[in-house]
Structure formats: C-alpha cells, structure tokens
C-alpha cells in the first residue's frame, strides 16, 4: 500500500511537471503572439429584442500555429498571471475601437476588461490615447467588467470606473450573477448596463429556478433602471422568454456567433456590390 501511495505521488508530481512545462511553452508563444501580433479579434453581435442590432462585443482568439485556436478562458487566465493582459488588451481595445470607428454605422463596441488592467498599468491614459488615435467617440465604446474588477483595490477601480464614465464611456457588469456579491456592486457603482450570465439563459426552459432568477434579475435592474442584456440566447424560446419579461438586449448564437468583422459587413451598413 505504501509502495502504491508513493507511486501514485510521483503520478501527480509527473503530471504536475508536465502541466507547468505546457504552461510555460504556452505563454513562450502567447507573448511570441501578442508581440507579431499573430491575435485576431472576432465580434459577436448585440441586438434589442426585436432583433435590432445596436452593437458588437470584441473577443479576442488566437489561432496558435500548431494547436490550432486556443480558448481564450484557457489564455486569458495564463496572460492574467503575468501581466501579458495588459498589452493584450490594450490591443485588442486598439484593433476594436479601429474596427468600430470605421463602421458606416455609428454602432457601439463592446471590449472585455480584465482586473489586472485595472490594478496595474495607467488604464485610463491609455484608453484615452486609444479613443483619439482612431477617433471613436467615448460615447461608441462600452467596457464589460467582472467583479474580479472590484474585489481588489475596490477604491482605485471605483475612481477608475468614474474616470471613463466621465470620458463618456459605458459600463457594463459581465457575468452578473455567478459571482459572490454581484448584488453589492451594483449598489457601489452606477452601471450603464447588467449582463446576465449565460448560464441561466441556457437553464431557462429545463430549470424553473434558472427563470425565476432571470426574472428577479430583470425586476432588480428595471428597479434600478439598469438596462439589461442577455447572454447566450440560442434558441427562439429563449428569445419569446426574455422579451416577455421586457429584457432590453441578447446577445447569442441565435443572432450571431462570434466571427471576423467580414462576416458581418452587411450589419455594419457596408453595402457589399455583387
Ligand atoms: P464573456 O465575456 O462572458 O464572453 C461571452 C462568451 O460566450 C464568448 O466566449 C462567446 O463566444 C460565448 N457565447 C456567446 N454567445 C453564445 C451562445 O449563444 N452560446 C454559447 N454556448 N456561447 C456563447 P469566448 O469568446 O470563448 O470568450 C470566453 C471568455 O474569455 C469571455 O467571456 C471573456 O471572459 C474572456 N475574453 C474573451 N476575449 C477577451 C478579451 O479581449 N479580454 C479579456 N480580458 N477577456 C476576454
Ligand atoms: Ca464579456
Ligand atoms: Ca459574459
Ligand atoms: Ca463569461
């Protein structure tokens, strides 16, 4: 039992070793990546109720020479831990806000801001610099934030917040509802929008209880008259659900997957000559 207990440690260590060695290759190439800028940014469209489409949100994807795309919740985390965000993310706010200020249509752009861009770095500045280097209007831009953003220092990311609401630029609350304490962020900081977090909206018809927290949430945001968006609504059912209990926005498969701008030219209001 003993010589198996050890052997089964040295099984773990192995495979821990192993993991570290992938993980540091990983980022070897993610930092390669971001520096000969090998990252794309793909948009998924916003849309009212009625279908509308009021806007895209960036998602970064990097399609590795040999693995193929990696995840981002794979190599967010891992540009997370070293401080590499930052300079990813300041480009992908870069390529979107380009992107955006190209559209015939004055549409808005929605860019993922992780919490270490807000601890570290001067944020603002370079936001700032962002918006007139291609000449997006503050008012096009919307930042989507987790409450990672404010579970560190609460106080510099709550003047952080004022700061780009100031420049005009919104802010919405990502995830809502799968953290700790979602319902106290709201009260700490006037969001411009709710995000509701996928999973209830993939839950709605197989769990009653996942529509009664979308319901709670809706009724909780309209109380407070906060607009709210849908995450991840695929089906048409999901759809009739929402718009019943007066859902501003969704964003999901049914409207649109996540793809190069190319794809979506006719949204934008480019007229494509055939
Ligand atoms: P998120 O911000 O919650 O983004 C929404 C995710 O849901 C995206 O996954 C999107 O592709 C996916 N999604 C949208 N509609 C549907 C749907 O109808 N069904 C299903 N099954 N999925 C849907 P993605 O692109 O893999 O991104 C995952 C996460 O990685 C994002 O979650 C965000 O947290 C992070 N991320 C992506 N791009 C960036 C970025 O540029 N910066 C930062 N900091 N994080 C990013
Ligand atoms: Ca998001
Ligand atoms: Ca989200
Ligand atoms: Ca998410």
């Not at 930052?86 to 808005?108: D, F, K, T």
């Not at 220092?153 to 709550?158: K, V």
């Not at 700490?188 to 709605?204: Q, Y």
Request: charged share 25%; hydrophobic share 40%.
């Amino acid at each position: 039992a003993k010589r198996e207990g050890r052997g089964r440690v040295c099984f773990f260590e192995s495979e821990m070793d192993r993991e570290l060695r992938d993980r540091r290759l990983l980022l070897h190439d993610l930092r390669q990546a971001v520096e000969q800028n090998q990252l794309l940014v793909y948009f998924q469209p916003q849309a009212r109720m009625d279908g509308e489409i009021i806007g895209f949100e960036a998602l970064v994807r990097w399609n590795h020479p040999t693995r193929g795309f990696v995840p981002p919740d794979q190599f967010i985390p891992l540009a997370e831990e070293n401080g590499l965000i930052i300079r990813l993310g300041e480009w992908v706010l870069r390529e979107a806000c380009r992107e955006a200020a190209s559209w015939p249509r004055p549409l808005q752009v929605a860019v993922n801001l992780s919490p270490v861009q807000f601890q570290a770095g001067d944020l603002e500045r370079s936001i700032h610099q962002i918006l007139l280097e291609t000449g997006l209007a503050p008012t096009r831009l919307e930042v989507e934030i987790t409450e990672g953003v404010l579970i560190g220092d609460f106080t510099r990311a709550l003047t952080l917040l004022r700061r780009l609401k100031a420049l005009g630029i919104r802010i919405a609350m990502d995830d809502f509802g799968t953290g700790y304490s979602s319902l106290s962020y709201l009260q700490s900081f006037p969001f411009d929008k709710i995000k509701i977090d996928r999973s209830f909206i993939s839950d709605l018809e197989a769990t009653p209880q996942s529509a009664e927290i979308v319901r709670a949430v809706l009724s909780l945001a309209h109380a407070l008259k906060i607009p709210v968006v849908a995450e991840g609504v695929e089906t048409e059912a999901q759809r009739v659900f929402l718009a019943r209990e007066a859902c501003e926005e969704m964003q999901g498969y049914l409207i649109g997957r996540p793809e190069p701008i190319e794809r979506y030219l006719d949204l934008i209001g480019v007229t494509v000559e055939q």
